[in-house]
């Protein structure tokens, strides 16, 4: 109806804004500027939406750090950017769902989001364990995003599998649920994981090899590295999925659009694009002294 799809479009407007607002508080965590006063309020606005969006989830995060430190006699404390990890990672799981949902895969599209809300809030509550800008934040922490994303993609691989779910490529039609599973299995997780853990040495190195450390975290610098290659990897899965698989009848626009993939990379870019002009307003109103 109408009215349902107004509130869907309502939805992933804010969900790509909190995102863009979201990528761009990480921006300033990892390479230090002033705000504009225009910016800087549009920022308290984002963060008490974001603390009334979350203001439930707070205690029960603070209590699973609690009970983490006294069962494991460790220190620990809960640091407030753990929120904004939240907040990227709610984006990226909603969006898979808002796909599904585009494909009719509803009971598929409801598992992801409750399945993808219980592990992007454990993967961002153990990323929040240390702070972002601290220097206790290094390659170890940035391996807990990639696998929070990874083991989101493992049980997606396990529902897929149990209720045979079928491609709209076709690809895996006439297959068991053993091959469904390891076909997602490798096509999903072990890629996550490949590329995120290749992305971020691979640029921590070359940063340590060719730019002096002055003003900016590298392990952020690093961790924004591997969201771009993710959101090429699912553009690029999606434009595959239209080349490979298109019909006479379809446009490779169409045949592309069928591609769940290719829908949450271009979320992604939405958000990224948002993030970009966060910073270039922010960079022209300071410089007319606003």
Not at 23 to 37: C, E, Y
Not at 147 to 172: C, M, Q, Y
Not at 225 to 247: K, Q
Request: charged residues 10%; aromatic residues 16%.
């Amino acid at each position: 109806s109408v009215v349902f799809r107004s509130i869907r479009q309502f939805a992933s407007f804010l969900g790509i804004l909190l995102g863009s607002m979201s990528l761009f508080a990480l921006v300033r965590l990892a390479i230090d500027f002033g705000l504009s006063a225009p910016i800087a309020l549009l920022a308290e606005y984002y963060s008490i939406l974001v603390n009334a969006c979350f203001s439930w989830a707070q205690p029960i995060a603070e209590q699973a750090v609690q009970w983490l430190a006294f069962h494991f006699h460790i220190h620990a404390t809960l640091a407030s950017e753990w929120k904004h990890i939240l907040v990227l990672m709610w984006l990226y799981f909603s969006a898979d769902a808002r796909a599904n949902l585009a494909l009719r895969r509803y009971g598929f599209a409801l598992f992801t989001i409750v399945w993808g809300a219980f592990v992007g809030f454990v993967g961002s509550v153990t990323t929040g364990l240390t702070a972002l800008a601290s220097p206790e934040f290094n390659s170890m922490s940035l391996a807990i995003p990639v696998a929070t994303i990874a083991i989101f993609e493992f049980g997606r691989a396990i529902w897929s599998a149990v209720f045979r779910l079928p491609s709209p490529a076709r690809a895996r039609d006439n297959m068991t649920r053993r091959e469904i599973f390891f076909y997602l299995f490798f096509r999903f997780p072990i890629t996550t994981t490949s590329l995120g853990v290749a992305t971020i040495f691979l640029f921590q190195w070359i940063v340590a090899h060719t730019i002096d450390n002055n003003g900016y975290n590298e392990n952020l610098l690093a961790l924004f590295a591997f969201i771009t290659v993710l959101m090429m990897l699912f553009i690029m899965r999606g434009v595959m999925h239209g080349l490979n698989r298109r019909t006479e009848a379809e446009t490779l626009m169409e045949r592309i659009s069928y591609s769940g993939s290719f829908r949450v990379g271009l979320l992604m870019v939405a958000a990224f694009a948002g993030t970009l002009i966060f910073v270039i307003l922010n960079a022209g109103l300071a410089r007319l002294g606003l």
